[in-house]
């Protein structure tokens, strides 16, 4: 059965830390691995990987596939309260079209 | 501007309602999905549709049904609501343009702001 885990489930930092969450995998038929940021309403887009060891980045934000060892990890780097919300990853399947397999989810809390 | 819209944002209704939750999106995406989420727990897939008169049911089991007669429409509906389905519904939709790479296949969901529904 496929599944993705995310870890840690909540984490509370300072402002100013460094954080990584961790998002591995196991899927029949690998195509993509999906970021997400969700606030109170609708999760919205981070980042997109296909291709192992290829460091995507935004601003503070970064993210980096390994294919091999099945895991990803998103980095946010002197974190603000914005940053404060639950992070999602998810995971296509070849076999499964355009359908996407989330994670729990990790709860981020930034405190000023 | 291309987006996605879900209404209403709220509802709260009596057990043995007929609900139907709207979901519009004016990207021309193919691909059309409802997702439900209880507090805390991850997305889980109970519909989804690859165009117009395509519907499939997803991995969660789920006693609502789903329409596509239109690309832009993807509407969700409960025959008899009952408290068990108390959740948010998130409408996500995805196709060829912008999110998608052509060597993969990969698709980006770009999701609605979902329906939070309370059954009493």
């Known amino acids: 059965e496929d599944k993705v885990v995310q870890s840690p489930l909540s984490l509370v930092v300072h402002e100013g830390d460094t954080v990584t969450l961790n998002c591995s995998y196991e899927?029949?038929?690998?195509?993509?691995l999906l970021w997400y940021k969700q606030e109170k309403k609708a999760p919205t887009f981070l980042f997109m990987l296909?291709?192992?060891?290829i460091e995507k980045k935004s601003g503070r934000l970064s993210s980096i596939l390994d294919k091999k060892e099945l895991f990803s990890i998103l980095n946010i780097t002197a974190t603000q309260t914005g940053d404060s919300a639950v992070y999602l990853c998810?995971?296509?399947?070849?076999?499964?079209?355009?359908?996407?397999?989330f994670g729990q989810g990790t709860e981020l809390s930034v405190k000023p | 501007e291309a987006d996605i819209y879900q209404t209403p944002r709220y509802l709260v209704i009596g057990t043995g309602k007929k609900i139907t939750l709207e979901c519009s999106q004016t990207m021309g995406h193919d691909k059309m999905y409802w997702y439900q989420q209880d507090p805390g727990m991850e997305l889980h897939l109970i519909h989804y549709?690859?165009?117009?008169?395509?519907?499939e049911k997803g991995d969660l089991s789920s006693e609502s049904t789903v329409s596509r007669i239109r690309t832009e429409h993807f509407p969700l509906t409960l025959e008899s609501a009952r408290p068990s389905h108390t959740s948010q519904y998130l409408c996500?939709?995805?196709?060829?343009?912008?999110?998608?790479?052509?060597?993969?296949?990969?698709?980006?969901?770009?999701f609605g702001a979902g329906s939070r529904l309370t059954v009493l």
């Open positions: 996500a939709s995805s196709g060829q343009g912008w999110g998608y790479l052509p060597t993969s296949g990969a698709n980006v969901l770009t």
């Open positions: 899927v029949t038929n690998f195509r993509s």
């Open positions: 549709s690859y165009g117009v008169n395509s519907t």
């Open positions: 998810a995971v296509g399947d070849y076999n499964q079209g355009g359908k996407l397999i």
């Open positions: 296909t291709s192992s060891g």
